[in-house]
């Protein structure tokens, strides 16, 4: 209003009115972010960290560095979706009868805010993460299928968590939960910017995962070490193939729902209005038939976590191999059959409905197989309870508990009763805090010394792990019970003395989170600190068994100076016990030179002008649409009329690197105590 | 749980006394903020139907879920590495039988358990009618931004927010919304169905237990959904007729006109009851002959509600 009209032309439908000035708590955390940003940026260019950091991170293609900072950007964006989480939780202890400190449109932010950054932003990146950075050292390979691509999915994905962030100070988040159900979602009963900014951050940050998906699929089918057939993989890669090729499948059909309610927001389409034969049943059909898959794609690579974990901290090979393959694929299967589940109480009739229902307990058999396949890998072993192992105990009791609780939501007759109830929000949090968030940390702690060069310490990871688990009981059994007495999900205010304690009591379980997290952020600077007694000189600090041990810690750029010659399941152990018996590494390889791919710029370039394009297009500013589009395409044509697309390793430099991680071994050898070792291990996975 | 009981106790002796008597215990658990149990105490014979089977779910899985967690604690229990009694098996890897037993528990407990599913979801159809001796009480249910109407056709009455049935009468509602989807939902009587606009669905219901009940939706529909609840009263059966004849005494009647005004969106409205409805609302709202809920008010640029050549 107040900037002048060919410049407010300019900006399309952006005014300073879409600063939150009247609003004190968003426009306080909008400025906090932004010091803290601000102050990070300073720090960098002060302290000239700013080529390095362009060199060696941002225009990194190396499936480490990448896979580094997709956990680096899920971990912040976790932090966020928790300050959501304690935003919703202190609200509704104070709103009995009261209007509490968040009006209803503020409040409508945050849930939606934290479904939306939780799963797009802090989940899916901690998964894709650990699959980036373990899945070609487990393979055996130096990179992925597609290193550049790989890097422009992470900036895609950054670009997304990027735009929601931006929400919060220019504009307003959707007010329409983490899935926009129309009509709600549609121009007439949402005409702000929210719900565009979820769209287009979404559709941006799926382009990102959806390219992930290709990488990892490729990779997985087409580049693996010699002798490395398909069962001879490790579970956690069968896992991350499944989870890729559900991306595969389904990101799509997000990407075509999205974009359907796009053409009805912008050009007045009427796919799911309520006028002119739009229908929004068909928008919660697709976004299910995407949304369930979605579910697993994120406890998949989770179950691949707590498949390696459990092994390496029980001392055995995995119990039953063939039937976690087995049933990996076969919940990849079955997770594309149940998307109904997720409305029964639209009144499909008891044919339908008791199908879905049917469909979606069978899910249960394949996760059933694998909870007792764990259970029997820990029988008869001898199990050391470090923090991965205590994360995966957790998850084994903690998940079971919740399959119970989303069995029991697939009846279609109780559904009845606890749809969108705080039972379902206690069951879904059950799984995917207990499935893919302990699994993040396991997963956290367990290559932690992999990918850095030494362990996180010991005693503060324990310490977040027991609040985690407390902090977890403490607020999802009250809401379990307050669904139970009728309580529905994303109220702002209530009024029935019946609800306030469980409320109440679930308020002091995000408290006991928060301790959670303190020991958290305190375990990584004590680890620091202390990185030279923590520190991993043989690359093998848990007497791991899959090939991502045989390497140094960190690895080198190339990962295997020689690419290994896979021999059977668990082929590090075989290479281990092999070292032990004969008192030698096998002979040093004659060295070549290695090829590995060039860093290139593309995904930040591309992922700066999406933002751009993003953010025009939320805001209507077509010129900046058109030269943000246009930008991009001119860095893709760039980057494909390239030259020089690698650099080589000379073969002297691999020989160095590759001494010194043998020299390593060879002193770890020379210790004592081998012998027994050798007596009491067993042979390892079946050859 | 103190309010419950309390509610309880206020409702329970009600079925035995005079009627001032069950009135002033209605004043009573209204001043509860109206309201008393969750879905485990259920007032009617759908929601006793859907808490069985839910319990009779949880019984069957905890059948095994409970061994299953016993056994993963006493296994990490036994086989922890500093146990020397514990018989170290590393090639213990594969055991055919294992494996058999291990697929077969759970494929025997979903298989248990879809024959559960598959009777429950067909008894319990919310559009499958009640049997009884008498023919149900109709009920259209509209859901508004925010709140509920109650239009009862045979009556020719209807209510904002607040819901009279009789105690025993099966009640067959006909459901749809002005606007964006929501839910209706009352958890001591039983099933929740969807409210979609241009769409109806159907629900069946019984009281059996005078008293007041929360209602709510269940399905998030926007900044004023948190005040979009209502109290169903379960009377009487001779009490019915009663509330049926004070209500067309007095109050506004409900005309097109009128359903414009209440199609505005507001939050928290408190009850009310219309002297009069127009018998064809519910259809010309189904049918859009009258348009949807308007939205929110933007800067005067928005939509016309009014239809073209309306009043």
Redesign the interface.
Known sequence: MFVPLAVGDMLGKLTLNAIPLDQPIPLIAGGVVILVVVAVIAWIVLRGHLPYLWREWITSVDHKRIGVMYVLLGLVMLLRGFIDAIMMRSQQALAFHAAGYLPPEHYDQVFSAHGTIMIFFAAMPLMIGLMNFVVPLQLGVRDVAFPTLNSTSFWLTATGALLVNISLVIGEFARTGWLPYPPLSEARYSPGVGVDYYLWALQISGVGTLLTGVNFVTTILKIRAPGMSYLRMPVFCWTALCANLLIVAAFPVLTATLAMLLLDRYLGFHFFTNSAGGNMMMFINLIWAWGHPEVYILVLPAFGVFSEVIPTFSGKPLFGYRSMVVATLFICLVSFLVWLHHFFTMGAGGDVNATFGIATSIIAVGTGVKIYNWMFTMYGGRIRFATPMLWSMGFLVTFTIGGMTGVLLAVPPADFQLHNSLFLVAHFHNVIIAGVLFAAFAGLTYWFPKAFGFRLHEGWGKAAFWFSLAGFYITFIPLYAVGLLGMTRRMQHYDLALWRPWVLAAGVGILVFMCALACQVIQLVVSIRRREELRDFTGDPWNGRSLEWSTASPPPAFNFAVLPNVQGEEPYWHIKRRAIETQQLTAEPDYQPIEMPRNSPTGFITAFFATVTGFALIWDIWWLVGVGLACAYAVFVWFAWRDVEEHQIPAEEVARIDRARRKAREEWLATEGHEEWLTSHGQGGTS | ?A??ARGLSAVRPSRYLPVSARIAAALATAS??G??????QPRGPI?A???Q??LD??GI??A??VP??A???I??WW???SNPR??????????GR??II??S???LV?MF??G???I?????????PISADEPPLEVQVVSLDWKWLFIYPQQRIASVNELVIPVGTPVHFELTSA???N?F?V??L?????T????K??LNLTADHPGDY?G????????????M?FVVHAVAKDEFPRWVSTVQQDGPALDRNGYFDLLQQT?NARPFTYRSVDPSLFQAILT?QL??????Y?GGAG?NVRPVGGR
């Open positions: 749980m309010a419950y509860l903020a309201c008393s149990g969750g879905v485990l929601g139907a859907d808490s089977i839910l779910a949880v899985m905890s095994i879920v299953t967690i056994a993963l604690f296994f990490a086989f922890r590495a514990a018989r170290y098996q590393p090639d213990f890897v594969y055991s294992l494996e291990i697929w528990i759970p494929i979903i358990l879809g559960v599913i598959w429950g979801s067909h008894e319990l159809d919310p559009y499958r606007s964006v989807m839910a939902f958890p001591q039983g099933s929740m169905i969807a979609m606009n241009g769409m669905t159907q929360y709510e939706s269940t399905q998030y529909s926007g900044d004023g959904f948190s005040g609840h939050q859009h348009p949807p809920g308007p939205g929110p933007v939509p």
